[in-house]
């Protein structure tokens, strides 16, 4: 008579032991990668295309116009420097104990120091501006645009990579604002590019802007250069 074989672990016949269920692991996150770097997830698009400077050889080229900032930063010292000057003026030449040539020479000093204290910083500022280079680029794929006002680095964007391109004011400055489709656009281009952004993004709504009235090419060129390159790839509202 053959005997029926056991159960392992001592079950005895006709009789089911407990049920065996994978482990549960502990709560928490369990990942260390994004989920969109697994199988069966598209992968992460690379980091758009950052440069130093816009390259010069494309096809639409803005630069800013030295002539018309240094005019407007003129301008400005002029109207602060001017009631300053009227006011020290008026003291020195009330003074009774001061001549006519004394008064003339600290009246001169006065409006001197003035200016060069005012100058100084705003020729710096000027300086800084002209060294960037060209301020925005456009071409059949995409556009160039600084990411800082007073420097030098650009990021490139596809046209199909751009939520918005609008126009914006705020004070005399009148700008061309581009917005990304991707908001982590920028992220990665370091703590002083943050800062600008962030302080664009206040102003304008984006940290990516490119100036239209201090640029060496007419407003009126520069967005219908934009709508010519971009064929309707990117929403415009100028």
Request: glycine residues 12%.
């Given at each position: 008579m053959t005997t029926p074989p056991q159960p392992a672990h001592g079950t005895p016949a006709g009789q089911h032991g407990p049920a065996q269920h994978p482990p549960v692991p502990p709560p928490g996150p369990q990942y260390t990668r994004p989920?969109?770097?697994?199988?069966?997830?598209?992968?992460?698009?690379?980091?758009?295309?950052?440069?130093?400077?816009?390259?010069?050889?494309?096809?639409?080229?803005?630069?800013?116009?030295?002539?018309?900032?240094?005019?407007?930063?003129?301008?400005?010292?002029?109207?602060?420097?001017?009631?300053?000057?009227?006011?020290?003026?008026?003291?020195?030449?009330?003074?009774?104990?001061?001549?006519?040539?004394?008064?003339?020479?600290?009246?001169?000093?006065?409006?001197?120091?003035?200016?060069?204290?005012?100058?100084?910083?705003?020729?710096?500022?000027?300086?800084?501006?002209?060294?960037?280079?060209?301020?925005?680029?456009?071409?059949?794929?995409?556009?160039?645009?600084?990411?800082?006002?007073?420097?030098?680095?650009?990021?490139?964007?596809?046209?199909?990579?751009?939520?918005?391109?609008?126009?914006?004011?705020?004070?005399?400055?009148k700008m061309l604002v581009v917005k990304a489709r991707d908001p982590r656009t920028g992220q990665n281009l370091g703590a002083f590019t943050s800062l600008d952004s962030g302080l664009l993004k206040a102003f304008y709504g984006s940290g990516f802007v490119a100036t239209l009235n201090f640029a060496d090419k007419p407003e009126a060129e520069i967005v219908a250069a934009v709508a010519h390159f971009s064929a309707g790839r990117t929403p415009i509202s100028l």
């Open positions: 989920p969109q770097q697994y199988a069966g997830y598209p992968p992460l698009p690379p980091p758009p295309p950052v440069a130093k400077r816009i390259p010069e050889d494309q096809p639409f080229v803005v630069r800013p116009s030295i002539r018309k900032r240094g005019m407007f930063f003129g301008a400005f010292a002029l109207i602060l420097v001017v009631p300053l000057s009227c006011l020290f003026g008026i003291g020195i030449l009330g003074s009774d104990d001061t001549d006519a040539g004394e008064a003339l020479f600290g009246l001169v000093a006065v409006v001197g120091c003035l200016l060069l204290l005012l100058g100084l910083p705003l020729g710096i500022q000027l300086w800084l501006i002209a060294s960037g280079g060209p301020v925005l680029a456009a071409g059949p794929a995409g556009l160039w645009i600084r990411t800082r006002p007073t420097r030098g680095q650009a990021i490139w964007l596809p046209w199909e990579g751009i939520a918005q391109i609008s126009r914006r004011r705020w004070s005399l400055e």
